[in-house]
């Protein structure tokens, strides 16, 4: 794999990056992504599940984020649905399902769906394994309403009901709402501050940069939605006034 990705790039399966050799999940994602069928040819949609690592793992800048930078930019990821855990035989951890589509509706274009049916299932008389629950065709089918464009144009939750009335106490069973692709995208920005006075340090500033302490450097992730010099006065500067 790391041949493939070091030889031949976008004309192999693993472009965008690759993960840490410890967790193959995105890999396999990215192999599904090169089975698409072209647009032009009629495009494809892949589904599937995976653990919550491919969300989480990896800051800005590495193969992970840059996995997931390039399935946004390019439009191909339409939605995640958290699934209830305890739903499988060999594990109880949290799953997701992945809809990947490269000919988004109209409705569906620059846009993720985030859907948790986490409260979707049905407990099991017997236990097999660490599988306790299972889903019924009627949760099944109620989320797939819920993925329907139509429904997927405003922010979209489906409360429980009782006796055709509305339990009020009742949390929803499938919240849903929808983002665009920037919402999810950060710049990792360095914050640097003053070298105080009487201290000497021996990192030397690039041509053009003012003298910075090393000891002192941190960095920010600051969503792409929003400017950078706003982030900083708002959640830097009221900390430490001297940054930059």
């Known amino acids: 794999m790391k041949a493939e990705y070091e030889q031949k790039g976008y004309g192999g399966r693993f472009g965008p990056g690759l993960p840490r050799v410890s967790d193959g999940a995105l890999l396999f994602l990215l192999h599904l992504v090169s089975k698409m069928r072209p647009a032009a040819d009629g ?11 491919p969300l989480f793992t990896g800051d800005a800048g590495s193969g992970e984020s840059e996995i997931r930078r390039y399935l946004l930019e390019h439009d191909l990821v339409e939605a995640i649905i958290a699934l209830p855990n305890d739903l499988f035989y060999n594990t109880g951890i949290a799953t997701y399902v992945w809809i990947l589509d490269n000919t988004k509706k109209l409705a569906r274009k620059g846009k993720v769906q985030l859907i948790d049916a986490s409260r979707m299932y049905a407990k099991m008389k017997k236990s097999l394994g660490s599988k306790r629950v299972e889903m019924t065709d009627e949760q099944i089918d109620e989320i797939a309403q819920v993925t329907t464009p139509s429904a997927a ?8 009901f009782k006796d055709g009335k509305e339990n009020a106490g009742a949390e929803p069973r499938v919240v849903s709402k929808v983002f665009p692709n920037e919402f999810f995208g950060y710049r990792k920005v360095t914050v640097d501050r003053p070298i105080a006075e009487g201290r000497t340090v021996k990192a030397k500033p690039k041509k053009g940069e003012k003298p910075y302490d090393p000891d002192l450097r941190d960095t920010e992730n600051i969503p792409l939605t929003e400017h950078i010099a706003d982030y900083m006065v708002r959640e830097v500067l009221p900390h430490v006034p001297d940054a930059w």
Not at 43 to 53: D, K, M, Q, T
């Open 153 to 160: 144009r405003t922010c979209h939750s489906r409360l429980e």
């Open 43 to 53: 495009g494809s949609r892949i589904g599937i599940v995976l653990n919550g690592s």
